[in-house]
């Protein structure tokens, strides 16, 4: 898309942003350029109060053509198939085609993370809602365009969410309601940088198998210009759980935020690995940059170490090239509690798979008042319990059904989605929290390149 265009939104957003909102009782979807799988995973499922007709703006090209294949997988898989009917927009002035047509009333979009937030203000701007798969933002100009948006939004009623899926991980959902009962984790310890109070760590990988066939990358995803480096891109959803899960239902102001230390560092891929992702046979020359020795090199990788009204909190991610066979992405948490520790464990011990532990400190009622919160959560998790390992530890024990796995996390995120819109608002915290989590990464994107 031409930048030179945007003169041109600028006029065609203010026009429609002008005209009065269209009473729907159904969310129209308008995809965006969807340059990421998560565009299409959001359309896996059917919903009652979603129009079946989707609009897709973008060009021409194979990252359109994979998430249309994908649409049309998922109408035509044997057991419960969609119905979306998809309408095509293509063109390089797709987003000002978008602005000016403007068939429906939630923008998703899911792609380039260094274009998102001019496409999330455009959209504001014309009066649409705005779904968006994370990161909003990706740099400290993108934030201070991120509170413009939120400014706009809120002068026009509109919604602006971003797409958190860890949220509805089973074993985070509980390690976050047991943390919410004082009788077994008591309160939260301030903690410190070497022990923080509240840990979280995410291993990703770059060959991977999504919808059960393996995920083509396109090259600029492995472009931190275009993509964001590591410490702004997944890291978000591990900021995001930290203040979710620490500080439930409270707003958290920038102010209340301060950041320790923070870094970055490189994953490298051989020549054959990188085809293997992406399946072209040579670096694009946008990626030269990176490319040292024949091998490429991306800052998809950080830890920021900071506190949240003064809870020492830390976030890492990693990324490494493959899984080892039968093992996935995995994630690592820890709260520490005056009465007892909440330590989420994905390795060889467990299988590879999310395993929710309770470490008690020193409390002989403590089983029975574990079994007691365990009793009281079963309309939200039916089926769980404790199983004792030792006499001061627990594996809470997880009925199968409760693990639906992270390509169904995007149906519950949308549900969730769609109740804020049946409301026409957010809930009180959504959007200072918002800000604040997107102020966490920028801020240590900053102080790592200071370094």
Known sequence: MN???FYWIAIAAFIAGCAPKEENSKVKLMTLDPGHFHAALIQKTSYKYIDTTVDVYAPEGPEVKDFLNKIEGYNRRAENPTNWKVKTHFSEDYLEKMIIEKPGNVMVVSGKNSKKIDYILAAVNAGLNVY???PLVVDQEGFKKLEKVFEIAKKKNLLVYDIMTERFEVTTGIQKALSMKPEVFGMLLDGTPSEPSISKESIHHLSKIVSGKPLVRPAWFLDTNQQGEGIVDVTTHLVDLVQWEAFPNQIIDRSDVEIISAKRWT?????DQFKNITGLDSYPEYLQKDVKSDTLN???????NYTIKGKHAKVSVIWN???PEGTGDTHQSTMRGTKSDLIIKQGEAENFKPTLYVSAKQDENFESNLNKALQSLQGDYPGIEADKISDSQWKIVIPKVLKIGHEAHFS???NNFLKYYKKGKLLEWEVPNMISK???TTQAYKKAMEK
């Open 3 to 5: 930048t030179k265009n």
């Open 298 to 304: 991306i800052y998809c990788n950080g830890e920021i």
């Open 412 to 414: 519950q995120v949308t």
């Open 132 to 134: 968006a798969d994370k």
């Open 438 to 440: 997107y102020y966490t």
């Open 267 to 271: 994953t490298t891929l051989a020549p």
């Open 321 to 323: 090239y493959k899984a």
